[in-house]
């Protein structure tokens, strides 16, 4: 089982760029999140999903978009990327109130 | 809709002595606690939960954690730190009324920093 696996793990984009992060999950857990995490802010929802074919907005979704296809991969799109979109990025999936299972994070620079 | 405070974003301790990580949170319902450790670029590992019943949580590495209704607290102690606890650590909550899929609401993080 390789759990939850985030592609790609490094990538810097210039400004107006356009990128999209997969996230695969081989628990066939219903619910997946897409974080952002910041230095000294913690980690903040971006979008999530309850289930295939469903999203919603997070804390922070401007300039994100996501899609959820197929149950086990959860993809989030940068339309273009900003500085401020610079951050590392988590996907977690998580079945019913149990713990949430992160994957390893990308790390994007934004230029 | 919940929210947890990290008391601290550096705590520096000595390799033996006692680790207390402190977390308060706010929420209307009863609340689901976590606490997670992120160690130098890696992802977050749960280290334990509270969800129901007992109030005091063991989890992983010789952490745990009590859950105080009256004090809205549920701080992670350590009786004797190891240079290996040296890492970020992250309070958690949700509930069971969450309007986002139960998503999680992090605290900002303490570091931990195990000096010899």
């Known amino acids: 089982n390789a759990g939850v696996t985030q592609t790609p793990k490094f990538r810097v984009l210039k400004t107006g760029q356009s990128m999209t992060l997969l996230c695969a999950q081989d628990?066939?857990?219903?619910?997946m999140y897409w974080y952002r995490q910041d230095p000294g802010m913690g980690l903040r929802l971006i979008h999530y999903s309850v289930g295939e074919g469903t999203t919603a907005k997070g804390e922070v979704p401007d300039g994100y978009n996501v899609s959820r296809l197929k149950k086990q991969n959860f993809l989030l799109g940068l339309e273009s990327a900003a500085p401020s979109q610079t951050s590392v990025y988590f996907c977690?999936?998580?079945?019913?109130?149990?713990?949430?299972?992160f994957g390893p994070g990308t790390r994007l620079t934004v230029t | 809709a919940q929210s947890v405070t990290q008391l601290g974003s550096h705590v520096s301790v000595s390799e033996g002595a006692l680790v207390l990580l402190r977390c308060n949170y706010s929420?209307?319902?009863?609340?689901?606690l976590f606490w997670y450790v992120q160690y130098p670029n890696q992802g977050l590992q749960l280290l334990l939960k509270y969800t129901t019943g007992a109030t005091l949580v063991k989890g992983i590495n010789g952490f745990e954690a009590e859950f105080k209704k009256s004090e809205t607290s549920f701080h992670l102690t350590k009786p004797s730190a190891h240079m290996s606890d040296a890492a970020e650590y992250f309070c958690?909550?949700?509930?069971?009324?969450?309007?986002?899929?139960?998503?999680?609401?992090f605290g900002k993080g303490t570091s931990l920093l195990v000096t010899p």
């Open positions: 628990m066939n857990h219903e619910y």
């Open positions: 977690a999936t998580r079945q019913g109130l149990g713990e949430q299972y």
């Open positions: 929420s209307s319902v009863p609340p689901y």
């Open positions: 958690a909550v949700t509930n069971s009324n969450s309007n986002s899929g139960y998503a999680l609401n």
